[in-house]
């Protein structure tokens, strides 16, 4: 079942990206039309390549970090194999000082190749809300659909109406609560939720609405006819499902080719460890996911798929440049820029430059082990502690007159 997702969405994370790239979309429609071309295809990949774009100097950022974990990962492994297997608290806090001293080594840190993809994530969500509902966010897209929405909403019994339409279709209203409270409340919203409604109509549903809504038939066939000009893209309707018998097939196709070959050129100068305890499930997840990615794509509005498709090619594009770059990068060089970056830092926690990283990570090995003899010896005096005091407490019951008895006076022990 088609599921709506009640006009702009409204998430505390996805929802202020999504409202800001749909005011980026939104001008981007604009801009064509004045060339002619209202179409919101062509919208789709434009905004896609711009926000792509955008995001290069942190897709930079990772795919050096990337760089330098592949110099690391032999160290690291090693590290992995040396603790392999050890689960006491020394042994693993002892892992947690040798890693991070690998790290300062290369002037690098745990985080700083996920905080370029935790940052990315949520703005790509977002354009996938925006483009999955592009009439929420192109006021000159909206507007078609309000037309038709307002003739909806004018005609008798039309609650009644499209709900039974709604299961015919197979539209999802979950979330929405009482569905004819929702379709006829007067604050604006129902004409939204038409809206939402409208925008996921395939051609063969629009049909089947001017036959639900006979008196309006007419009227709803001249405005699904701008409707269909604006979602059109070299012959295809975006907000259809890809049919295996037209042209449309060759999106979710070119979605796997696309992401295989983003992939391949992305791992060409960062070539898998196979030491790595990872390195099969990255190699099978390179493979795996262009092939999941095809699959959704024969199940979902062809517009979606065209987003996959163009951030691939842009990704391609941009991998080829990223490449020739690296081919050039001296490695050594910036390890040492980000070993001074990150003697700057050691010096404001504290540690000498003298200090090397190797002894950063025996301190903190030493420290480890110090403690642990501590929480030993301090174990050791409790429990001498409190045998003395069973002792005491059990010698308390002997005979007045034994030997005991008597060592216990004289050592001042009244009984």
């Not at 919101?40 to 434009?46: A, D, M, Q, R």
């Not at 038709?148 to 009644?160: C, E, K």
């Not at 379709?183 to 639900?212: C, E, M, R």
């Not at 480890?368 to 502690?385: C, L």
Request: aromatic content about 8%; hydrophobic content about 40%.
């Amino acid at each position: 079942m088609v599921k709506l997702f009640l006009t702009q969405d409204q998430g505390k994370i996805i929802g202020p990206f999504a409202i800001l790239l749909g005011f980026i979309i939104n001008a981007l429609y604009k801009f064509l039309a004045l060339f002619g071309v209202e179409s919101s295809g062509w919208t789709i990949v434009l905004m896609t390549f711009i926000v792509n774009g955008l995001m290069i100097p942190l897709t930079m950022k990772q795919q050096k970090s990337s760089k330098l974990q592949s110099r690391m990962q032999p160290e690291l492994t090693a590290i992995q194999q040396k603790y392999k297997g050890k689960q006491d608290q020394q042994s693993m806090l002892a892992q947690q000082a040798e890693t991070k001293a690998v790290y300062e080594k290369y002037g690098t840190s745990m985080m700083s190749g996920c905080l370029p993809m935790l940052i990315t994530m949520p703005i790509l969500f977002a354009l996938y809300r925006v483009i999955y509902n592009i009439p929420a966010y192109v006021d000159s897209v909206k507007a078609l659909y309000s037309e038709v929405a307002v003739l909806i909403q004018g005609s008798n019994g039309y609650v009644d109406t499209l709900q039974t339409y709604l299961q015919h279709v197979q539209v999802s209203t979950k979330g929405w609560g009482n569905i004819s409270q929702a379709l006829s409340t007067a604050n604006g919203n129902s004409v939204n939720y038409i809206i939402d409604i409208l925008a996921k109509l395939t051609p063969d549903q629009w049909t089947s609405l001017q036959n639900d809504f006979p008196q309006i038939a007419g009227e709803i066939q001249n405005h699904y006819q701008s409707i269909k000009h604006v979602n059109s893209f070299l012959g295809m309707d975006i907000t259809s499902t890809p049919s295996l018998a037209s042209i449309s097939v060759m999106i979710p196709i070119l979605a796997v080719v696309t992401q295989m070959i983003s992939t391949k050129l992305m791992t060409m100068n960062n070539p898998i460890d196979p030491d790595n305890p990872a390195a099969a499930t990255m190699k099978s997840m390179n493979v795996t996911m262009p092939l999941v990615s095809g699959i959704m794509g024969l199940f979902l509005p062809i517009g979606v798929g065209l987003y996959w498709v163009a951030g691939s090619v842009f990704r391609i594009i941009q991998q080829i440049f990223f490449n020739k770059y690296f081919e050039k990068m001296d490695i050594d060089e910036l390890i040492e820029k980000n070993r001074a970056k990150a003697q700057k830092k050691r010096e404001r926690r504290g540690i000498s430059s003298e200090q090397t990283l190797q002894q950063y990570a025996n301190q903190k090995v030493t420290t480890v082990k110090d403690k642990s003899e501590a929480v030993k010896t301090s174990n050791k005096k409790i429990k001498g502690s409190n045998e003395v005091k069973d002792y005491k407490k059990g010698s308390a019951n002997y005979d007045p007159n034994s030997i005991s008895s008597i060592a216990n006076m004289l050592g001042g022990k009244k009984e």
